[in-house]
């Protein structure tokens, strides 16, 4: 996985019970497991946008071959610089990425009755401000990828294409 939940810890991407801890307790686990749910589901199309479909399906392919290797503690893994100078580059942006998706589901959750709203003793707030926030503090940090990967001359770099939707900003009016 090119992130973790240790990225949600703190900071503005705080979610209240993430945490990186060796042993977290039940509901720790439960909000861990949510997170890299919604990592793993949103990694591909992620990078498909940031790098496009080729580029993306290469790294993808890198990182699963990466995790598989130090799960089975196989110190053969072949390290590949220019993927990995990817992976450092899209870790940040992919964080509010996920996290743009999180606040957006946050406050319902589905069940065979269709979509509930939590109740719970906080008052609950429309996320719409914070996910505009973090939208485009996550275009900041995709336009300068993206000058930066025009930049260079040698691959895996200079192969990178950036969606136009990937470097819009948005406000809270949809305008």
């Given at each position: ?7 949600f ?14 042993s977290?307790?039940?509901n ?14 949103y ?19 890198y ?66 401000s ?46």
């Amino acid at each position: 996985m090119l992130i973790d939940v240790s990225y949600f810890t703190s900071g503005p991407r705080h979610i209240m019970n993430a945490t990186a801890n060796a042993s977290p307790n039940q509901n720790q686990l439960s909000v861990n497991k949510a997170i890299m749910g919604y990592v793993s589901h949103y990694q591909m199309a992620f990078l498909c946008e940031m790098l496009g479909d080729a580029l993306a399906l290469l790294l993808n392919n890198y990182m699963a071959e990466k995790d598989a290797a130090e799960n089975d503690n196989n110190n053969d893994f072949a390290v590949n610089d220019g993927y990995e100078m990817l992976m450092s580059k899209l870790r940040e942006s992919f964080a509010d990425y996920v996290f743009f998706y999180i606040l957006r589901d946050a406050s319902t959750q589905a069940t065979d009755r269709g979509l509930v709203i939590w109740k719970n003793e906080n008052e609950v707030v429309s996320p719409i401000s914070r996910q505009v926030s973090v939208w485009n503090e996550m275009v900041n940090r995709n336009i300068r990828f993206k000058a930066w990967a025009g930049a260079q001359s040698s691959t895996p770099y200079s192969l990178a294409v950036v969606s136009d939707n990937m470097i819009t900003r948005i406000n809270p009016f949809n305008l």
